[in-house]
T-cell receptor
Framework: QQQVKQSPQSLIVQKGGISIINCAYENTAFDYFPWYQQFPGKGPALLIAIRPDVSEKKEGRFTISFNKSAKQFSLHIMDSQPGDSATYFCAASMRYTGFQKLVFGTGTRLLVSP | NAGVTQTPKFQVLKTGQSMTLQCAQDMNHNSMYWYRQDPGMGLRLIYYSASEGTTDKGEVPNGYNVSRLNKREFSLRLESAAPSQTSVYFC?????????????FGPGTRLTVT
């Protein structure tokens, strides 16, 4: 119930292509769905996030699509660039009194070839 | 603003040795977290502190202890290191009074136990 399943494990996309990473969850108590981006040797950093009352959120080249009935959400990176090469983690969050519990997916290593 | 800082960056321990990982944040956040990151497993929560003076177990607390020294600092202690604790450790902090509900991560400590 607490798991977030993420696929694919790795992804190679040509420059200018679309990168798509998928995640699925079980627990309907999750109320916030962030994506984190991590470069080698660095900590994860928030990329974009969505709440379950909207079906899509776009920020620049990054879009989250959210399907509440299917309990699935995905990250689309349009016009992928070599600088997007990183590991991407989806997560699902529920808020407790005074703190936020984040459950992470297992990560997707994206390589954008020049 | 340094954000979240962690020391040391790298550490090698022998089985049975002890050590403390240090974490500090300068964003005046109430909540702090310790995660471990292992290949193919994403980030898993070890311990968290919702506020100064409180700590609670996360998903994988066995073999670890924590101290919330003050609002800024949250340390993680390995009393008797085991090879299974070889991992990259991340500290994070968050403030639930604002939006988005972002957790800010430190740069990580890469620990090897031989």
């Amino acid at each position: 119930q607490q798991q977030v399943k993420q696929s694919p494990q790795s992804l190679i996309v040509q420059k200018g292509g679309i990168s798509i990473i998928n995640c699925a969850y079980e627990n309907t108590a999750f109320d916030y769905f962030p994506w984190y981006q991590q470069f080698p040797g660095k900590g994860p950093a928030l990329l974009i996030a969505i709440r379950p009352d909207v079906s899509e959120k776009k920020e620049g080249r990054f879009t989250i699509s959210f399907n509440k009935s299917a309990k699935q959400f995905s990250l689309h990176i349009m016009d992928s660039q070599p600088g997007d090469s990183a590991t991407y983690f989806c997560a699902a969050s529920m808020r407790y009194t005074g703190f936020q519990k984040l459950v992470f997916g297992t990560g997707t290593r994206l390589l954008v070839s020049p | 603003n340094a954000g979240v800082t962690q020391t040391p960056k790298f550490q090698v321990l022998k089985t049975g040795q002890s050590m403390t990982l240090q974490c500090a944040q300068d964003m005046n956040h109430n909540s702090m977290y310790w995660y471990r990151q292992d290949p193919g497993m994403g980030l898993r929560l070890i311990y968290y502190s919702a506020s100064e003076g409180t700590t609670d177990k996360g998903e994988v607390p066995n073999g670890y202890n924590v101290s919330r020294l003050n609002k800024r600092e949250f340390s993680l202690r390995l009393e008797s290191a085991a090879p299974s604790q070889t991992s990259v450790y991340f500290c994070a902090s968050s403030d639930l009074t604002g939006a988005p509900r972002e957790q800010y991560f430190g740069p990580g400590t890469r620990l090897t136990v031989t």
